[in-house]
């Protein structure tokens, strides 16, 4: 069973940074993406950025440019640099971690979200 614990949420002024964190433990697949979604009240989890093991990323088309998605492989752990902050990216961050195997069976693994708060 993989866990994923996130760190690094909080409150930060508009314009400001916060750099999250979330580390992976258990028997992981090694074929896999790590990344960061988020959810608002009432609305759809959505995408923020990815990052496979192998180090490509995808990020949500309005985020780019702010926020950085990175990875440690040797420690199963990625990281979201965001920058820029805004209110509306005040919202919970879930962690993802997506193990892809054969025939395109993928399984998904998330973190127990953590809260950021923008002030403005």
């Known amino acids: 069973q993989v866990q994923l614990v996130e760190s690094g949420g909080g409150l930060v002024q508009a314009g400001g940074s916060l750099r999250l964190s979330c580390a992976a433990s258990?028997?992981?697949?090694?074929?896999?993406?790590m990344g960061w979604y988020r959810q608002a009240p009432g609305n759809r989890r959505e995408l923020v950025a990815t990052?496979?093991?192998?180090?490509?990323?995808n990020y949500a088309d309005s985020l780019k440019g702010r926020f950085t998605i990175s990875r440690d492989n040797a420690n199963d752990t990625v990281y979201l640099q965001m920058t820029g902050l805004k209110p509306e990216d005040a919202t919970v961050y879930y962690c993802?971690?997506?193990?892809?195997?054969?025939?395109?069976?993928?399984?998904?693994?998330w973190g127990q979200g953590t809260q950021v708060t923008v002030s403005s």
């Open positions: 993802n971690l997506r193990e892809f195997y054969n025939h395109g069976i993928i399984y998904d693994y």
């Open positions: 990052i496979t093991n192998g180090g490509s990323t």
């Open positions: 258990g028997r992981i697949f090694s074929s896999n993406a």
